[in-house]
C-alpha cells in the first residue's frame, strides 16, 4: 500500500475495488471516461430521437438539404455552419457519433471474439498447434491492417456491415497474439495443476480457470484499440470505402471537405476535431485502465 | 550471426507466399464479371466467352493462384482490367513515389521524434516535457487526413508556402511538394516515436547496469551514448518497425489527399475501378515491402540486442524476436 494513503484505505480490498480506486485518482483517465461517457449520451441521444420521431428528424434535419443555407458559416443558429448541402453541420457531426463509436468498438470487440480463441488455443497447448495457429497469424500481419481493409472491403462492396467485417478480420492477429501470451503466463500457475488434479478437462481449464485470470491484457487492449478502429473507420470512409453518404459518418462528411476548404473551412475543422477529442478520450481512459490493472504498478 | 541473418530471410519465404494465398483468396470474391468489366456492357456472348478462356477465369482456384504465383516470381502481376497495361509497370512506375514519401516520413518522425523523447525523459516533469507530451498525445489521436486538411488550409490556402497536392517535376519542386505529405505521414509517428523514447529513456536510467556503469568511472558521455542510448534504443526500434504497416497505410490516405502518384493512391483508384488485379497487385507489393522492412527490422535488434541473436542459435525460432 502507498504509504500516503490514509489509513481508512488500508483496509483489506478486493482486486477490482483497489483497481478502481488506482484508476479514479488518475484525473486523465477519468476525463477521459467522462468524455467517452459524454459520447455514448449523444449517441443514444440521437438513437432515442430517431426511434421517437420514426426517423422524421433525421430525414429533415440531417439528409434532407437546403441549398440556401449552402456553406453557410458558423453562426447562432447553425452553430459550425452548414455543409455543401445546406445541411447543419453541429447536427450532423451529432448524428454522426454513433457511427464512429459503435463500429469503432464493434469491429475491436469482434476481433477479440474472434482472434482471442486461437491464441488462447495456441497458448494452453503449445507445440504444434501453437506454431501451426500462430504462423498463420504471422501471415495476416503480412499485410499492413489498413490494406488488408480495404482489399476486404474491395471483395465484399463497400456498405457499414462490411466495414466492420473487414476491420474486425484485420485485428484477429493482434487479439491471438495478446491472448496467446496472456494464457501462457498464467496457465502454469498452481490453481490450474489443481483444476487439472480434481479432474476437469481442457475446454473447463480454459475457460473456468484461465480465461477470467487472463483477460485483463486483452481488456486493456480493446480499451487502447478503439481509438485506433475509430481512426481506421472514419479513413475507409474518407476514402469512399467505408460508411457511404449521405450518411453523417465523421470521416463521409470529411470527404467533401476537400473540395470546399478554401471558401468553408468549418467542414474541415469541427468534424475532425470530434473525431480527434474521441480518440484522445479513448487513449486515455485505455492509458487509465492499462495502469490501475497492472499488477506491477499496484504497489 | 550469418546463420541467424540466413534463418530470418527464410522464415520470411512461407510468409510471403501465405499472404499472397490470403489476399488472392479475398480477391476472388471481388463481385463483378473480369471478361464484362473489360469489354464492357454491349459485347457478344461469345468475346466474352473466349476472353475469359484467355484470362484464365474458368480455372480452378488453385490452378489460378498456382499460375499467379509463377508469374508473381516472374516479376509479372497480370494486366490491369482499366487500360490492358502491365500491372508490374503500373506499381512499379508509382513504388519509389511511395518509397520516397514513407521514408521521408519516418525520417522526419525518427529526426524530430527520438531528440525530443531524450529530452523530455531529461526535463521529466517540467513544463516543457508537459508541453511536449501534451502535444504529441493530441498528434497521435489525430487523423492523417485531418491534419492533411488543416496543414493544406494553412499553408497551401492562407499562407502559400506549398502546393496543394500533386508531387513537382523539377528536382526543386519535388522537395517543395514532399514537405506537406512528409509532416503529414510523420507526424503521428513522430509523436508516437517521442512517447516511446521517453518511456524507454526513463526505464532505461533507473537501471542498475548504469549506476554501475558510471561507478566503475566511466565518463558521463560514454554512459549516455553505450549504456544507455543503445539499451534504449530496442523499444524505439520495436515501435518504429511495428508501426511501419501503420504508415504504409496511412500512406494510402497520404497519397489520396495530396494526388501524390504513388501505390496508395494507385490502390483507392483499382478499387474504384474494381481493377482487381491491380488492388491484388498494390497489395502484395505492400505487403511484400512490409515484411522486408519487419526483417531488417528483426536483424537490427540482434544487432542492438546479443540476447536475442543467441536464442536463434540454439533453438528453432518459434517468433520470438518477430513479436
Known sequence: MNPKTSPATSRARTPFEQSLKQFLKNKMAVAGLVTVLLLFGVALATIVVDLATDNAFYNNHIIEQDLMHRLAKPSMKHLFGCDEFGRDLFLRILWGTKYSLFIGIGAIILSLLLGAPFGMIAGYYGGRIDNLIMRFMDIILAVPFMLLAMAIVAALGTSTPNLLIALSVSGIARFARIARASVMTVKDNEFVEAARAIGAGDAEILLKYILPNALSPNLVQVSLGVGNSILMVAGLSYLGLGVQPPHPEWGTILTSAKIYMRDAWHISVFPGAFLVVAVIAFNLFGDGLRDALDPKLKK | ?323
Open chain 2, 1 to 323: 550471426m550469418w546463420r541467424y541473418i540466413l534463418k530470418r530471410c527464410f522464415m520470411t519465404i512461407p510468409v510471403l507466399i501465405g499472404a499472397t494465398f490470403m489476399v488472392f483468396t479475398i480477391m476472388h470474391f471481388a463481385p463483378g464479371d473480369p471478361a464484362r468489366i473489360i469489354l464492357g456492357a454491349d459485347a457478344t456472348e461469345a468475346a466474352l466467352e473466349s476472353l475469359r478462356y484467355e484470362l484464365g477465369i474458368n480455372d480452378p482456384f488453385l490452378v489460378r493462384y498456382g499460375k499467379y504465383m509463377v508469374n508473381l516470381v516472374h516479376g509479372d502481376m497480370g494486366t490491369s482490367y482499366r487500360n490492358g497495361q502491365s500491372v508490374t509497370t503500373l506499381i512499379m512506375g508509382r513504388l519509389n513515389n511511395t518509397i520516397s514519401l514513407a521514408m521521408a516520413g519516418i525520417l522526419f518522425a525518427i529526426v524530430v521524434g527520438i531528440p525530443v523523447g531524450i529530452i523530455s525523459a531529461i526535463k521529466q516533469y517540467s513544463s516543457l516535457d508537459n508541453v511536449t507530451m501534451f502535444i504529441t498525445l493530441f498528434l497521435t489521436a489525430m487523423p492523417t487526413f485531418w491534419l492533411a486538411l488543416i496543414l493544406v488550409i494553412v499553408f497551401s490556402v492562407n499562407l502559400g508556402w506549398f502546393p496543394a497536392s500533386g508531387m513537382g517535376r523539377t528536382l526543386g519542386a519535388f522537395w517543395v511538394s514532399l514537405i506537406l505529405p512528409t509532416l503529414t505521414l510523420g507526424s503521428g509517428f513522430a509523436a508516437l516515436i517521442a512517447r516511446t523514447t521517453r518511456a524507454s529513456v526513463l526505464d532505461v536510467v533507473r537501471q542498475d547496469y548504469i549506476d554501475m556503469a558510471r561507478a566503475k568511472g566511466l565518463s558521463e558521455n560514454a554512459v549516455i551514448w553505450r549504456h544507455m542510448l543503445k539499451n534504449a534504443l530496442i523499444p524505439i526500434v520495436t515501435v518504429i518497425g511495428l508501426n511501419f504497416g501503420v504508415l504504409l497505410g496511412g500512406s494510402v490516405l497520404t497519397e489520396s489527399i495530396f494526388s501524390w502518384p504513388g501505390v496508395g493512391r494507385f490502390v483507392v483508384e483499382s478499387i474504384s475501378f474494381k481493377d482487381t488485379p491491380a488492388v491484388l497487385g498494390c497489395v502484395v507489393t505492400l505487403a511484400i515491402l512490409f515484411t522486408f522492412v519487419n526483417l531488417i527490422v528483426d536483424l537490427l535488434y540482434a544487432f542492438l540486442d546479443p540476447r536475442i541473436k543467441s536464442q536463434y542459435r540454439s533453438v528453432w525460432p518459434r517468433g520470438g524476436a518477430s513479436k
